[in-house]
């Protein structure tokens, strides 16, 4: 494992003294890991499991479940966690404590009705686990009250450990390293797929990994990519004179999520035009995100001077701020809260050291194109960290 085994022992603590909080003695935890990363972060937090199945497969009579695993979380014990993996190397995973089974739901149903509940149960998952199988397990235990808690692990999760702060900035070198020679390739003329590969080929031998390497640039400019789903294509090259996006998000370093990008222009002679687009996105970012986090700052109001800044520079409203109408969030095994927006979030949220979170914008206009950027970072007590300090100018 990355993480040492105290790691755990200090992460079940603080999901103990959550539980305490709320009043639980016992909480049912879930994930899907096959053939996924953004639904496996609790458990991956808790236990270090992931599946080696490739995804979640039919129902049929061999199989029931096929990709969603728990960790039944108890006070004082290491958690009990139920997969759909007979022959996991169970020297990544944190607890001793494993069960496999070809029907996950009703394993776990066993599992509980066999410590004889009699009341709460704290269901962590809600958003997760389909309808179907909710169903099963409320019937297999009818004499225990399930109550939906998705916050309760989140919570613990929000302030990063030591340990895990030296690995995003592990993480951050390796996609800032990736993302830097991607670009680099993009401006020079490289076809997209060629400038995914050498991107791919800077996180895998560094062992990350991630989910998309994306690519938007000429008539793709307006989009978050030219290709979402059949791959980069091998023939395009971004022509002289394009404004560019290029993005690596994902699991970047042991399951935990970095999503830098930045706006460019081929060939590194920008119009005024694109030039003035791309720093007031910057502007953005810098004067109305980055500037006023620190330790204590309230999370609204970092939004309402992003938004200011927004308002500003923002010449024409577009679809791009319609469907991110946000700048930016909080960073663990995936976008996490809060979110940096005015309606995603209360006065009572605010930024504490050692959170890690982002910061983006977005910025259209007619006739030119949208210019796309994100920067990683942790929250210090006088300001931030940039995880991904990549140059903001590509001139």
């Known amino acids: 494992m990355y993480f040492p085994l105290e790691e755990y ?86 607890t001793g404590n494993h069960h496999w089974h ?26 997760i686990l389909p309808v179907k199988y909710a169903e099963q397990i409320r019937a297999q235990c009818p004499n225990i009250e399930f109550v939906y808690e998705d916050d309760l692990v989140r919570e613990c999760r929000r302030i990063k450990s030591p340990r895990e702060l030296d690995m995003f900035r592990e993480g951050g070198e390796i996609v800032t390293n990736a993302l830097t020679k991607m670009i680099e390739a993009l401006i020079a003329g490289k076809a997209e797929g060629e400038a995914a590969g050498i991107a791919a080929s800077e996180i895998l031998k560094r062992g990350g990994y ?30 002289e004179g394009d404004l560019a996006h290029a993005f690596i998000y994902g699991p970047i370093y042991q399951g935990y999520w970095l999503d830098p990008g930045r706006a460019f222009v081929v060939g590194r002679k920008p119009s005024p035009e694109q030039k003035k687009l791309v720093e007031d996105c910057i502007r953005i970012m810098e004067e109305g995100i980055e500037a006023p986090v620190k330790h204590g700052v309230k999370v609204k109001d970092v939004a309402r001077s992003a938004r200011r800044v927004h308002d500003e520079v923002r010449t024409e409203r577009s679809l791009i701020d319609t469907a991110w109408p946000y700048y930016g969030h909080s960073n663990g095994c995936m976008w996490e809260h809060p979110l940096i927006a005015e309606d995603a979030v209360t006065d009572d949220d605010i930024f504490e050291e050692n959170m890690v979170a982002s910061s983006e914008a977005f910025l259209s206009r007619e006739g030119i194109g949208t210019a796309m950027m994100e920067t990683n970072w942790i929250v210090t007590k006088t300001g931030i960290e940039k995880l991904t300090p990549l140059p903001m100018t590509w001139w």
Not at 28 to 44: D, Y
Not at 115 to 126: C, D, P, T
Not at 210 to 221: A, C, D, N
Request: with cysteine.
């Open 9 to 94: 022992e200090a992460r079940w603590k603080k999901l103990e003294g959550e539980m305490a909080r709320k009043g639980y003695d016992l909480a049912l935890v879930w994930g899907k890991t096959a053939g996924t990363f953004e639904r496996s972060m609790e458990t991956v937090y808790l236990t270090n499991f992931f599946t080696t199945h490739s995804g979640q497969e039919p129902d049929s009579p061999l199989f029931n479940a096929r990709g969603f695993c728990a960790a039944i979380c108890e006070p004082g014990k290491e958690p009990e966690l139920h997969t759909d993996e007979s022959d996991p190397r169970m020297e990544l995973i944190a």
């Open 102 to 127: 070809l029907d996950v739901i009703k394993g776990i149903g066993d599992a509980l009705n066999a410590r004889n509940i009699q009341g709460k149960v704290a269901w962590v998952g809600s958003d």
């Open 210 to 239: 991630w989910q998309r390497l994306m690519i938007g640039s000429g008539e793709y400019v307006n989009h978050a990519e030219s290709h979402p789903m059949y791959g980069h294509d091998a023939k395009h090259r971004p022509k």
